[in-house]
Structure formats: C-alpha cells, structure tokens
C-alpha cells in the first residue's frame, strides 16, 4: 500500500499524519514538542512504525511548522513547505467551499482567506503573541487548572466580565485585577476568551473579509469555549474539521504525494530505522564578518548534516565540503 | 577633523569617492552588523524606528574610530526623521563624546544644502573642485544602482543560487576602487556582462514582486533581512522604484525644475489618500495602486513604530485596485525563520494564482 507522512514540528507540539493515495488518514499523532524535537520526531516514528498496517511503502516525506528544515533533514524529506500552505491545503481537501481559515497554534496564529479554492490572502501574527495558545496554557496554569478544564470552566459562564486583550501582559494584569475584585473564576476565563478572539481578528484578521464557511483548525480549536467565543463576535457557524490538530501535517503529506506523482525518483526517506540513531546538535558563531552569526549545526558522528542560521549563505552551501574551505 | 556619517546599503561608496578628490579624512564605520544594533538598541529609546537606531550605531562605531565631526541627515516635513539629529547629539553627547554635528537638510535645502555642506568641510575647495568630485560620486552611485537592478533579474533565474549575490559583492567592492571615469564605465559594463552570463533555468518567466515602503528600510538590507535576496532564492523577481541615485537625481536636480517622478505615483494615491502623511506613506498607497495591474505582488517594508507606514499599511488593504500585499515590519525583533515563512506562504500564494489564472486563459 502506497503511503505519504507529513510531519508539523511546530513549537509547541509535534504532528504526524500518514494518508494513503486516496488521501484518506491511515493513522496520525500528536505529542509535545517539548523543546526536544530531534526526539520528537525521532519518538514519532517510532510510535507510528507501531501502528503501521504491514504491507505499507512510504512513498513521500514532507515537512512543515517552525522545525521543517530540520525535521526535514532528519528523516530525508522529499519536500519542505511552509505551514500557511500546508495548512490551506488540508483544509480544501476536507472542505473545499471553505473561504476562511482560521488556524490557531501554540504560539502562532494565522488567518488564511480562499475565494473559489485559491489562497488569495492571508495574515499571521506579527510582533505579538498574544492570544495564542502558549498564553492561554500559561494562564491555566497560573489559576492551577488544566487547559482541558480551562474550556469547561468557561463554558459555565454567565457573565463574562471584560478583559483588555491588547496584550497579554496588561491582559494578565486585567485578569489579576477582576480575580482580586472577586469575579467568578468561569467568568473571567470565557472574558479572556472573548478578549483573546478580539484581539485575533483586530491584529491578524486586520482589513481580511472574513466569509463564511469558516473553518477553525490548530491546537486551540480543542478549545470549545474559543470556539463559542469566535462564533459570537463572527456572527457565524464556525467549522472544526475532524483532525483539526494535524491539519499542517496533512497538508504537507497531500502536497507530497501530489509532486511525487510528477516525479520518479522515488522518496528520500531515511526509513523508520532512524529513530535508533544519535544526532548531535552544536552551534558556534561565525567570525567571517562582524555579524557574528549563531550557526547550528546538526552531525551524526563527525558527519555534519546540516547547517543553519546565518544571515549569508557561507554555511549553508554544501555542509560537508565547506570545513576545508573555512578551517 | 575626521568626518563620519551614517550608513544606508552602499552610500557611503560615492561619498567615500567625492570626500578622496576633496582630501577629507571620512571615516566609514563597518557596514551594518549585530553590534551596530546592539549598539543602536542599547542607547535609543525603545519606542523609536530601526533607522534611528542602526543609524546611532554607526554614529557611534564611527566616533569610537576617531571621528570628531558626524553628517546626519535631517529635514521637516518627513517624519521623526527631522529630529533624528539632534536626539543622536544629545545621546552621544551623554555617552561622553565630543565631536560637532552637522545636520543636512533632505527636506529644505537641498543641492545647496549639500553642497554647502562639502564647501564647509572640505575646507572651502574651489567650487570647480567640488562640483567635479560630486559628479563623480555620482557616477559611482549610478553605476552602484544599475548593476544592482541586473541582479534583480538574475537572482531569480541563476542556476546557482547566490551566484549574483556574490558577483555584487565583487562589484561593489571593484567599483570602490575605481579611481577615474573611464574605468568605472568598464566596470559597470563588466560586471553587467558577467551578470548576464549567469548560467540560468530561462523555462518559466519569474513572478514579479514590487518592494515598497519607507526608505531606509527598503534601501539597508540589513535592516530587512536581504528579503530581495530571499525573494530571489525563492525565485521571484523584484522590482523597486526607490534608488538612491534615482532620489538623487529628482530631489537635487529634477524637483527645482518642476519635474516629480512622485506625481504620478501621487496620483494614483488620490482616491485614497490625498497629501502627504510623512515619511514615504503616500507614496506607498500610490505604488499599490500603480503596481496593482502589473505585478503579481508587492511586499510592503516598513519599520516597526512607524507612523506613516502604518497608516500607509491600513489604507492599503482597502483599495479596489488589488493586488496581494505583504507587510513587513522591521525592527530589531525581526527573525528570520518568520520572516522565512511568510515570504514562502505568499510565493506560493502568488503562484497558484498564477496558474489558476493561465489555465483559465
């Protein structure tokens, strides 16, 4: 059986989705990036090679989120994509009418609009973070609660009190204030909620024409009172597609398996023998010019992998010929 | 006295060769690089643009080699700019350096303000001598830009990528060297000629891309992350209408003359905005409603607290002339990887459009 695997290593968590060639999800997986994702992937992996029905031929490697390049040359993929792409993708694929896309992630957060199946804008947090969902995990964790019971709790709101959603410290200091003033906690977290899709659709959704079907995806579409939040003030039926969490990862498997068809060298992929090896992660700084760059690198044994992280191209080109042109 | 000024991408070539003919020691800070920031970031007031600080930065790299007299440029009716100077005396002066400031006028003054300027510091030089050394300066910033609008068209085609990027650099430093007329005018045609023999992937013709916004930004790689160089990577063409010597040549000659290549990007900004708001925000409403019909799209450079641009930036979603536009904010904060990602996004945005556009053809 043919097969494709996308992988999204984005900051805050890791996805794997496996589809076979009619582009339906064989088996997919999520985990915590948890700032390892060399292992990460490697765990993935593994855990998916478990799952894996026996006649399987992975024909097609792609990878997506923040950690593509380097979740890229790890497992030999066949194609590096961005997430926003990704993203669009699978979301056509399950609901092709779709003219907005709303994905939200652990620490980015992007608006996609699509008029007749084609991208034609799209807008991602730029300097702010706030209301993604590293700030809401670390708001559940300051009123010592999980994030699952964070979106119960809200939902148990009557009385949502308003937060300044601005930014996520004079949210936070808000939020300290309306607690101490003796606000029910649901209340104020379904305010934040409400605060938390405000400022989304002010900052990243700023000039978009947001049309229905709207299509919520990322991690925080976990999050149903987000989810009523964004009904409310958009006035509309939001979507949650199924696999919302693992739609970057099977975008990119769907963009894969779609170049793979024009082209017939076969798939890069190193194998799921892989995650039995120890990859090695430096860095040092460059004295080429007085930038001083911070370039990483990643080796198994003395043999250099890859190399990233320079403003020029000096490390980039051919890692492995470069130590004697350099040295 | 040793004169020090500011960077802007390769501006200070043509003054380096105007200040040589006139024998005025120029010390030129090292190009833009992480300690000028941390430098610039370190003695600014948080709230204020890239150019204030980066500029700061080679103030003070500049001072720490010797300079005892410092060129910035200053000007009302820009923006913040106007105060630039005087703000940067002040910190410097606090840092305990001791040096004179000598403000130029982009705004008001002008060619005389300039010239002015160089009469002064080269120690009252006849005016034969200086305006020869201007025009030679001149020579070289026009020959700067025209090999650099070569390189716009071959980033995107060469087959190995980043093959222009470093016959520019070569050619920047050869046309540095330069001494006299008719070997500038080799080089140029040199080096273009070199360009243009890249070896390239000709197939497909590249998507175009307008690069717009505030000056500096657009002007100092550095400040942008070389997003025209990434673009190239990733296969695009860009396409600008801000070059210095293209400013020179309108804002010191043309202008007094009665002739603004601005007008017509003005108006096209009409429907929309309709004077100046500072800074280059005008203009960048008008080059979207310009660049609309002939570009498949435009990324939009603007540092971040910028005041203009911003406005700039709100005008510019709300236009009928469409055309995708990116926005860029610049500041110190600005990484890569980020910047990365947006870029591909909107190539890959830019290209299915296309393609949906010619199968419909």
């Known amino acids: 059986m043919e097969a494709y695997l996308g992988i999204d290593v984005g900051s805050v968590t890791t996805k794997f989705a496996l589809l076979n060639k009619y582009s339906e999800l064989i088996t997919d997986l999520y985990m915590l990036t948890q700032g390892k994702p060399i292992e990460m992937v490697q765990q993935g992996l593994h855990q998916i090679k478990q799952q894996l029905p026996k006649d399987v031929d992975i024909c097609g490697v792609a990878t997506t989120g923040s950690a593509r390049y380097l979740a890229g040359v790890i497992v030999g993929a066949d194609l590096v994509k961005n997430e926003i792409t990704s993203h669009a993708v699978a979301t056509l694929q399950y609901a092709p009418q779709a003219q907005t896309i709303i994905e939200i992630g652990g620490q980015d957060s992007k608006i996609i609009i699509i008029r007749d199946g084609v991208v034609i804008d799209f807008g991602m947090n730029t300097v702010c973070a706030a209301g993604t969902g590293s700030f809401l995990d670390h708001q559940a964790l300051r009123l010592n609660m999980s994030i699952e019971e964070f979106s119960q709790r809200a939902l148990t709101s009557k009385t949502p009190v308003r937060i300044a959603g601005r930014c996520t410290v004079f949210a936070e200091s808000d939020m300290i204030h309306k607690q101490q003033m003796g606000h029910r906690t649901e209340d104020i977290l379904y305010g934040l909620c409400q605060a938390l899709v405000r400022n989304y659709l002010n900052n990243v959704g700023l000039g978009k024409e947001i049309k229905p079907p709207i299509v919520f995806q990322g991690g925080v579409a976990f999050n149903q009172a987000i989810v009523k939040a964004l009904q409310e003030e958009l006035g509309s039926e939001i979507i949650v597609p199924p696999h919302h969490e693992v739609m970057g990862a099977i975008g990119t498997a769907l963009l894969v398996h779609e170049e793979s068809l024009n082209n017939s060298n076969g798939s890069k992929f190193k194998g799921f023998g892989i995650s039995e090896i120890t990859y090695h992660t430096s860095s040092f700084i460059c004295n080429a010019c007085p930038n001083q760059c911070e370039i990483a690198q990643l080796s198994i044994d003395s043999q250099i992998l890859a190399r990233w992280g320079g403003r020029c191209d000096l490390w980039e080109r051919s890692p492995s010929s470069q130590n004697k042109e350099i040295e | ?361």
């Open chain 2, 1 to 361: 006295m040793r004169v020090g000024m500011p960077h802007m991408g390769n501006v200070y070539i043509p003054f380096k060769a105007l200040f040589q003919r006139l024998n005025v020691d120029l010390v030129i800070p090292p190009v833009n690089n992480q300690r000028t920031l941390s430098l610039g970031v370190r003695y600014s007031p948080e709230g204020l643009c890239i150019p204030f600080k980066l500029t700061l930065g080679n103030l003070i790299e500049a001072t720490e080699l010797g300079a005892d007299t410092l060129i910035m440029p200053a000007g009302y009716g820009t923006c913040r700019l106007g105060y630039y100077a005087k703000t940067q005396e002040q910190i410097l002066r606090e840092l305990g350096h001791n040096f004179e400031m000598i403000q130029v006028g982009i705004s008001e003054q002008k060619l005389f303000g300039i010239l002015g300027m160089i009469k002064r510091l080269s120690n009252n030089a006849s005016w034969y001598k200086i305006i020869s050394a201007f025009r030679f300066g001149i020579a070289k910033l026009n020959a700067l830009d025209r090999i650099e609008q070569v390189v716009h068209k071959v980033r995107p085609l060469e087959r190995i990528k980043g093959t222009a990027n470093r016959l520019f650099v070569k050619a920047v430093k050869a046309i540095d060297e330069v001494d006299d007329y008719s070997t500038l005018k080799k080089v140029q045609r040199d080096y273009i000629d070199q360009l243009n023999q890249v070896p390239k992937d000709t197939e497909t013709p590249p998507l175009i891309v307008g690069i717009t916004g505030e000056f500096y930004v657009v002007l100092e790689p550095f400040s942008n992350l070389d997003v025209e160089s990434e673009l190239g990577k990733l296969g695009v063409e860009v396409r600008r209408t801000t070059f210095v010597s293209e400013w020179t040549k309108f804002s010191l000659f043309l202008n007094p003359l009665g002739m603004d290549e601005k007008d017509r990007i003005h108006k096209a900004a009409q429907p929309y905005l309709k004077r100046d708001i500072g800074g280059d925000g005008w203009e960048s409403v008008g080059e979207k409603v310009l660049h609309a019909k002939k570009y498949d799209g435009l990324v939009h450079l603007a540092p971040f607290t910028c005041m203009p641009e911003i406005i700039a930036q709100n005008i510019m979603t709300s236009t009928k002339e469409t055309i995708p536009v990116l926005t860029i904010l610049c500041d110190e904060q600005l990484a890569k990887p980020g910047m990365l990602t947006r870029l591909e996004a909107f190539v890959d945005l830019l290209e299915r459009k296309r393609r949906i556009s010619n199968n419909n053809r």
